[in-house]
């Protein structure tokens, strides 16, 4: 009964567009994955820190980005456990506004990332990135590094076209190594007593090449108030709709990420 | 917290904890004997379990967080300070030694420092609180038992023998036990390994293991605090005193240097591995596995107990490094042949119950697999034994050992 080898899911949580979600998504849908009994890690790749606040971890790495992407293995000596069962974070540091320049060095900046995530794939059945929000060198090396883009969409005009922006970069197969990389949309801070926001989901979800998830995110305060508890809702309100709505977008996620079958 | 009538007491010690630590963490309590550590970002950086408390003073547990190595060393300091114990004054049976030394006194405060850890762990085993108390109450023994065998030389025979016998008797009353509270562990791992469909089956066997577990304990408990015991206890310190007195009856090797006694144990106990290794083919019977293992845990102890203190780092770690690799290779091996045992004695008293027949089915497929993986355990023998009993390692052990 030698253990089967881990099939890990490396998530990023990505956009281009800044305060739509993404940090967000990506704290409580790890939690849920860590608490579904998923050993999980989360990357902070924002030097703004905000998941790294979240988790109330110091956003200091030691060497800061360069001294993480130069030698292989270190990144698993900076990793701290979150207050959560199997949940673990590779912190933010501020260095990490110069990420693009340190992958520059490297002979193929786009695959960094993942060869950095490779020694980490033995411990984790779910690797989560939370990125900045830019289009940059980070954002290539990240869709190199990730099974599946995880894009909130705020459904309002304006945001969507940053999500068809990056519906663009797919078709034209530039997203991920072969152009493996799954692509899925959720909505975020959807308020369905918007007439805006409903004709902007249901024409959103009536693009053929656009996998949009079931789930939306509804405007919630208790996601809001994350920064006061420093904690997932799904630890502190798991009552919430907010919660109930993260726990079915990761389920649903977590049915498409799948091995075949 | 209070045990099992008067015999232990666990008076709760979170005040004390925290105003030891309070300028830099917040201590709250987690329930029952559980403390968490929270640093000024209120992020937790530390478990602390209360495990014992013989006399006064608490032993605690630290469970560091990961990335937080650092935090747990400050906390570890501070409580030190403040009067408390930590894992390694209970857990390390290491004291400090000098090579020339006589074997006698160097003994002596070895075993010394076992029976401390035995009986600290005496409370915590009676009160069932947590496994790893009669485990460490185990270990005790055995290790004390290893160090009698090995430095036999020290005492002489007339009063070795009876204390040995002892000891032997005190660790047999708690094997059942010890043996049980395994199997129960083995029990839910093994589930989880089995296939869904299998699972509902072998439900059945829980309820059985811990009907015998709840008799082996009980009877593990009258001797523990019996008259055997208690007076058990008393001859041993009794002799333990008068080693430490130096107004024992010296043995033929009590004067001798404890380094040249204790080097030459490990030479012997390493040759003699290496010996019966060789002798092990993927045709040999189980037996022959378990008996190099724990030769093997004879050695381990000698290299903890005396060769870590007494001689080169240089050495000793690679060399408890290679014998751990192959422990864990036999470990395994003699785990699942245990596990094919546990199953099909358990398999005999299911026939007559309810789901029993279901049960059987299950077990058959899972004895299976076992079986499966001891085999392949024994393929892994071969190359960590051949770490282990490399000429090179051999020869470094000649050399240092002495
Ligand atoms: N469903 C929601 N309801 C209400 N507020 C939300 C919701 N989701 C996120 N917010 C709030 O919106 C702000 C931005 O959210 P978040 O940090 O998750 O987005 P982001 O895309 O990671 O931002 P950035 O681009 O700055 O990294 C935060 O203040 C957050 O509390
Ligand atoms: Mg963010």
Redesign the interface.
Known sequence: ??TPKRTTRVIATYNIKGGVGKTSAAVNLAHLAARDGHPTLLWDLDPQAASTYL????PKVKGGGRGLLRKRGQAAA????T?HDRL?LLPADFSYRHLDLALDQFKRPAARLRKVLAPLRGDYDYIFLDCPPSISLVSEAVFEAADALLVPVIPATLSSRAYEQLEELARGGHVGRHGTTAIFAFFSMADVTRPLHLKVMERLRRIDDVTVLGAAIPVSDEVELMGEE?NPVTVFAPASAAAVAYAALWSELQRRLAPEG | MTARGDLVTFDWPLDAVRSALADRYSAISSGGAGIALRDELDKLVCRVTVRAVPGDSFWLALEPLRGYGDDAERIRQRLLAAGFQTEEAWKSARVALDPSERADVAVARVLRRLLEIQDANLPGSLADADVEFLHDYRVAIRRARSVLREMRGVFVPDELEPVRADLKWLQDRTSATRDLDVYLEEFHALRARAPLTMRASLEPIEPLLRERRARARAEMERALIGDRALALRARWGELLGRLERSEHTPGPDAARPVGALAGERIRRVHRRMVRMGRAITPASPPAEYHELRKRGKELRYLLELFGEPLFDPAVVRPLVRALKGLQDVLGLHQDREVQIEMLRDLGQELVGRPGGADALMAIGSLIDRLEADAVEARGRFAASFAEFASEAQGKLVAQAFR
């Open positions: 009964m030698a988790f109330r971890v110091r900076h990793i701290k456990a207050d673990e420093r």
